[in-house]
C-alpha cells in the first residue's frame, strides 16, 4: 500500500496548501512534511521488502485499464529525487515570496510530485501515458503565469515537442495492446510475449523519440535553452532537476528491457548523437553570457552522458546512470537556486555584469562551489562515482567513443569555472546594491543539497545497493 500512499499524500498535501492560502509559515510545514513523508514511506518500502509494494486496481474498466503501482528498486531512488527536487523549489518558492505568496504555485509543485510519483510507479502502460502527457500541465501554468514575457511561448515549445513525441509512443501502446491480444495494459501483459525483431526496432524508435525528447538528448533539444532561461525559477528547477528524468526511467524501464533486439539494431545511431550532446553541450555552455543558460548547455551535456550509459547496456554503465541520475538532479537543483539568489541580488544574469559578488555573500559562495565539484565529477563529491562508472562503461562498449565523451571532463570543468570566475571572484561591478545574506530558510536548504553532494560522494553505495537487483534485471534480454 505504500506505493499508493505514495502518490496519494502530495495530492492531500495539495488540498492543504491550497487552503492554507497565503501563510507562508504554514506552507512551508507543508513543504517539510512532503519531503520527510515521502522519505518515511520510501524508507518503508524498503524495510518492508520492494517486492511487495504494489497495488493494483481497475480504473476504466471498458477499456482495461488498471490503475497499477510498484515501488521497485529501479524507481526508487527516482522517486526519492522527486521528493526532494520538489521540496526544494517549493521552499524557494515559499521563501522568496514570503510577502506575495502565490497559492496556485505551491499547489501545482505538489500536483507535479503526485503525477511523478505515478509515472515512475506505473505498472499499467496507458496509465503511463497519461501521467507522462499530465505532467507538463503544472510546470506550462506556472512558467505561463509567472515567467518572462518569453516564457509562455518557451514553455508552449515544450509542451509541443512532448506532446510529437508522444503521440508516437501512443500509436506504439496501441500497437502492443492490439498485437498481444491482451484484455488490459498492464506490462505484464503486454510485454508477456517475445516481441519479433522487426517489430521491437520500430517500437524502440517511437518510444525512444518520445524520451528523447522529454530528457533532452541531441538533436532534441532546442526547447531547453530558451524554457530554461525563460520560465521562473521554480519551473525550471522542476524541469531540469527532475521531469527530464522521466525520459531516463523510460528508457531504463520501458525500451532497454523489452525492446532489445531494436537497441541492438538502433542503439548505435543514438549513441553517436548522444555522444555528440556530451561535446556539443560542453561547448555551447562555454561560450554563454547568461547565467542560466551556461546550466541549460551543461545540463545537455551531462544528460548525452547518461543517454550513452544507457544505450551502452553493461551493467557498470547502467549502474553509472542510476548514481548519475540522481547527482544531475542534486547539483542542477543547487546551481540553479543560486543562480537565482546571484541574479536577484546582483540584478542581471549577463556574466559580464558580474564579479567580485564572494565579497558579499560567503555563504552563498561555498555553497556555489560545492555544487561545482559536484558538477564536475570532482572525487569525493556525488558526480565522481556515476560519471566514472559512466565513462568506464562507455570503454567498455567502444574505446574511441569513451575517449570522445571522456572530453566532457575537461570542457565542463572549463565552463564552470568560467561561471564561478565571473561572478564570484574578480572587482565588484560599480553601482551595485547591497548584495543580501542568506537567510535561514535558504542555507537550510542549499546545505541538505551540499550534503547530499558530499555524502554521495563519500557513500555511493547507499544508492548502488538498491538499484543494483533492478540493474541485473534490465540486463538479463541481453
Partial sequence: ????????????????????????ALQQILALAGLLGSGALLYLANSRGLSDQQVNYPWITSLGIHFSLEINGLNFWFLALNALVCFIALFYHINQASKNLRPDVVVLIFGVQAILNGVFMAQDLMLFYFLFEASILPVYFISSRYGSPAAERATLKFFLYTLFGSLFMLLAILYLYAKSGANDFLFSSLFADNLPAETQGWLFLAFFLAFAIKMPLFPFHSWQADAYAESPVESTILMSGILLKMGIYGMLAIVLPHFPQGVTDYGHIFMGLSAFGVVYGALIAMVQYDFRRVLAFSSLSHVGLIGCGILAYSDVALEGVILQMFAHGVNIAGLFVVSELIASGAG??????????SRQSFGLTVFFFIFLLGSIAVPLTNGFPGEFQLLMGLFGYNIYLGIFCGLTVIFSSVYMIRLFQKSMLGLETDGRAAFPKLNASQTFSLFLLAALVLGLGLYPQVISRISNSAVQVLLRAY
Fill in 348 to 357: 542581471t544574469r549577463d556574466l559580464d555584469q558580474m564579479g567580485g559578488l
Fill in 1 to 24: 500500500m505504500n506505493s499508493l500512499y505514495l502518490f496519494l499524500f502530495p495530492l492531500a498535501l495539495s488540498g492543504m496548501a491550497y487552503l492554507s492560502g497565503k501563510k507562508a
